[in-house]
């Protein structure tokens, strides 16, 4: 699968996992095994394992993953380097992730994974 099939996969799962069509948003345990199922076999999934253990963390307090997260997540999981250490000012951090991405950051540098 390309990329770009892969994109339109990931965005579609998204939808995919609502419980209804009137829900904007997807559980954690919802979003956390379309992770797992969508990035099994990749190459690029180095935050994938440590995203779930957040997700599932008493850390974590979001109770869903809105739309834009989940989006943002596939980009972050793409520029950030395994122990987030170009998630900074002057790297990938502009400011404008969702704050569970702030979130996860944190917590993956609190556990030492930086």
């Given at each position: 699968?390309?990329?770009?099939?892969?994109?339109?996969?990931?965005?579609?799962?998204?939808?995919?996992?609502?419980?209804?069509?009137?829900?904007?948003?997807?559980?954690?345990?919802?979003?956390?095994?379309?992770?797992?199922?969508?990035?099994?076999?990749?190459?690029?999934?180095?935050?994938?394992?440590?995203?779930?253990?957040?997700?599932?963390?008493?850390?974590?307090?979001?109770?869903?993953?809105?739309?834009?997260e989940w989006l943002c997540f596939?980009?972050?999981?793409?520029?950030?380097?395994?122990?987030?250490?170009?998630?900074?000012?002057?790297?990938?951090?502009?400011?404008?992730?969702?704050?569970?991405?702030?979130?996860?950051?944190?917590?993956?540098?609190?556990?030492?994974?930086?």
């Amino acid at each position: 699968m390309d990329a770009a099939e892969f994109r339109n996969l990931y965005a579609f799962a998204h939808e995919f996992g609502r419980a209804s069509k009137s829900q904007r948003n997807v559980g954690k345990d919802v979003a956390s095994a379309m992770l797992q199922l969508l990035f099994t076999g990749r190459s690029d999934a180095a935050h994938v394992p440590t995203f779930v253990a957040f997700l599932a963390s008493d850390a974590c307090k979001a109770r869903v993953v809105t739309h834009d997260e989940w989006l943002c997540f596939a980009e972050f999981n793409q520029l950030a380097a395994a122990d987030a250490s170009n998630y900074t000012e002057d790297g990938i951090d502009d400011g404008s992730w969702p704050g569970l991405i702030d979130a996860y950051v944190e917590w993956l540098r609190a556990r030492g994974d930086r």
